[in-house]
């Protein structure tokens, strides 16, 4: 098959490699997925990146790219074979695994390979992934309820940050979002909206919110926003932050968020346990099939275009996620 890989971290330009490698065989409880769109996260190209802590090759080839969309094309031992042809968005197939969606065909668990609806695209189920499962996860892997909560998501324009925006909204909480520009505001969706470039966020929060502050806080940059947050955070409210860009190791005020009781989760969608897994999963694609949740596709080509899709990712500029057409 037709494939991107890398053998060592470096700069996409460097290190990517357009080639053929064998075809995967699916495993016992695999499938067999042929990609028509492979979604390119930041994630990706900071582990091809060599950028987090620690990094070393975990295998000596990676085919990278979490996410993407495509048929069942074969099944392994224990999974039921009617599932074939039918179409499919994946997520996760990179954690841990040597080889990933950029490429013709991918063999991973069954169960992040999720039915694809026909009212949804491959490149818009592509987007879907990784960004919408930490979405979901961070406001309601607790259990939530957030029908007449007051919910602050930072940095709504990113691509987790726009389906939380939509999420929290479908669920019947009042959404307030961060964004740096007017333009960002309107890609994120929300009706009510920050310029923290412009405005003093705390302020505004606490206006929008009739000076309550908010139940909920879907944090993108946690070190970043920890004093905003303690201001605008409700005594009982859930902080639950996915990255910490600014600071990777923020020093936590650990006794103001005590006297206001505050829950502090960080999550990471990688290790989500299976219920959650399941039940996330599920709801993820009622909302795909009612055709409740907009996607962003930003184009970045196909499997030949690898490395400029990754510096088009690592430029921070786009609005949407990168898709490359398989």
Not at 112 to 123: E, G, I, T, W
Not at 128 to 144: S, V
Not at 161 to 176: D, F, N, S, T
């Amino acid at each position: 098959m037709k494939a991107l890989w890398y053998d060592r971290f470096g700069a996409a330009s460097d290190v990517l490699i357009f080639g053929e490698i064998d075809d995967p065989v699916p495993g016992p409880g695999e499938v067999l997925v042929r990609i028509h769109a492979s979604g390119v996260n930041p994630s990706d190209v900071k582990l091809r990146a060599g950028a987090r802590p620690g990094a070393v090759m975990a295998f000596p080839r990676i085919v990278p790219h979490s996410d993407g969309a495509g048929v069942i094309e074969a099944v392994g031992l224990g999974v039921d074979p009617s599932g074939m042809g039918e179409r499919v968005w994946l997520w996760n197939a990179c954690w841990q695994r040597a080889f990933g969606t950029a490429a013709e065909l991918v063999a991973l668990p069954e169960a992040q390979a999720r039915r694809l609806p026909d009212n949804v695209s491959f490149a818009e189920g592509a987007c879907f992934g990784i960004p919408a499962m930490t979405a979901w996860y961070a406001l309601f892997g607790d259990g939530a309820d957030l029908a007449g909560q007051k919910v602050l998501v930072t940095g709504g324009a990113g691509t987790v940050g726009r389906y939380a925006c939509q999420m929290a909204a479908l669920a019947g909480a009042e959404v307030i979002t961060t964004v740096s520009s007017e333009a960002k505001a309107v890609h994120s969706g929300a009706e009510t909206w920050v310029n923290y470039r412009e405005d003093h966020v705390v302020e505004a929060v606490m206006e929008f919110t009739s000076g309550q502050g908010v139940d909920r806080i879907v944090e993108v940059d946690f070190g970043a926003n920890q004093a905003t947050s303690l201001e605008v955070i409700k005594p009982g409210g859930v902080i639950a932050a996915y990255a910490s860009a600014a600071s990777m190791s923020p020093e936590l005020s650990f006794y103001p968020f005590m006297f206001k009781d505050v829950t502090l989760r960080m999550l990471i969608v990688y290790q989500i346990a299976v219920e959650a897994q399941a039940k996330g999963s599920r709801a993820l694609e009622d909302w795909l099939e009612a055709g409740k949740l907009t996607h962003a596709v930003v184009p970045g080509g196909r499997l030949t275009d690898g490395a400029a899709s990754h510096d088009l990712v690592a430029a921070g500029n786009k609005l949407g996620t990168v898709v490359i057409e398989v």
